[in-house]
Nanobody, 126 residues
Framework: EVQLVESGGGLVQAGGSLRLSCAAS????????IGWYRQVPGKQREGVSC????????FYGDSVKGRFTISSDNARRTVYLHMNSLKPEDTAVYLC???????????????????WGQGTQVTVSS
């Protein structure tokens, strides 16, 4: 059974940090890119970051560049999102998704993501 399980969300003050985890199982981890997305009710889902865990290449959305870092622990089949200098506008449900590696360049386009997790809530207070 394919599973992507997010964890690490919570309530944090503006300027604080959180680390999210996305634990993957049920598919060949090396064949997939893993992306992080966020969803606010009434707004379009936003691409946050994506990683190719084989060569370490990473991608970031403009709104998080310089503040968020994505990393991968292949042995644990887990991708992390390190979030620093958090702002109230970062408040959202954060989801991770997996897609075949050849499609990584379209990570920020609608429809990307063969497998999805259920999400973890991040709330940043001002």
């Amino acid at each position: 059974e394919v599973q992507l399980v997010e964890s690490g969300g919570g309530l944090v003050q503006a300027g604080g940090s959180l680390r999210l985890s996305c634990a993957a199982s049920g598919f060949t981890f090396d064949d997939f890119a893993i992306g992080w997305y966020r969803q606010v009710p009434g707004k379009q889902r936003e691409g946050v970051s994506c990683i190719n865990s084989n060569d370490g290449s990473t991608f970031y959305g403009d709104s998080v560049k310089g503040r968020f870092t994505i990393s991968s622990d292949n042995a644990r089949r887990t991708v992390y999102l390190h979030m620093n200098s958090l702002k109230p506008e970062d408040t959202a449900v954060y989801l991770c998704a997996a897609e075949f590696l050849p499609l990584i360049s379209s990570w920020n386009l609608t429809g990307w993501g063969r497998y999805w997790g259920q999400g973890t809530q991040v709330t940043v207070s001002s």
